[in-house]
Each structure stands twice: as C-alpha cells, then as structure tokens.
C-alpha cells in the first residue's frame, strides 16, 4: 500500500512562493496519474493540479499561471511550486491519485497573510 507523506507548508505573505513535495512510498508511483489537492476551513477538498504518467500537467482556474505541478519517479515525488500567493490559497495541501485514491496522508498547511 502506498503511504504519502506532504511537506513543505509555511505561513508566507501574499505574493510569496513556496515549494510543497509529497514522498510516496511503495511500488508503482509512476504508474499513476497524482493531483495536489487542498481544503481550506469550512470548505470541501478541490483538485488544484494534476500530473499525468507522462507529465502533462492541469490546473485548476483559480491556480493557472501561479502553480507548477511536477514529478520525479525515480525519488517517487511530486512537487507543487506555488509562485503570486493569496490569502485565498491557505489551506492544507494533501497529494493522492486523482481517482481511486490512495490512504490520504496528513497534509501540510499553507497560510497566506500579512
């Protein structure tokens, strides 16, 4: 079973970057498609940007242009470089499958204020 670990989070002011990496341990990481979700207070969980097997990235509108989503199977990681933050961005990040998801791991929170 694959464990996903997130990190990375950090309280940044708007207009500040931050760089979150989720480890997946297990077998078969590049085998699947992975999205970067996230969930703010009171809200349900969105999928902000996803990755296909072979490296197509999507996004979400809200996040086009600002977040990079990328992979690298050989450390079995993804990447979500989040550049242009808004307060509207804080949440807790959490990385999984876009279907059939994995055990959800504990997240990292992003908190964008002045």
């Known amino acids: 079973q694959v464990q996903l670990v997130e990190s990375g989070g950090d309280l940044v002011q708007p207009g500040g970057s931050l760089r979150l990496s989720c480890a997946a341990s297990g077998r078969g990481f590049d085998a699947y498609d992975m999205g970067w979700f996230r969930q703010a207070p009171g809200k349900q969980r969105e999928l902000v940007a996803r990755i296909t097997t072979g490296g197509r990235s999507f996004y979400a509108d809200s996040v086009k242009g600002r977040f990079t989503i990328s992979r690298d199977n050989a450390r079995n990681t993804i990447y979500l470089q989040m550049n242009s933050l808004k307060p509207d961005d804080t949440a807790v990040y959490y990385c999984?499958?876009?279907?059939?998801?994995?055990?959800w791991g504990q997240g990292t929170q992003v908190t964008v204020s002045s």
């Open positions: 999984n499958r876009v279907t059939l998801f994995f055990p």
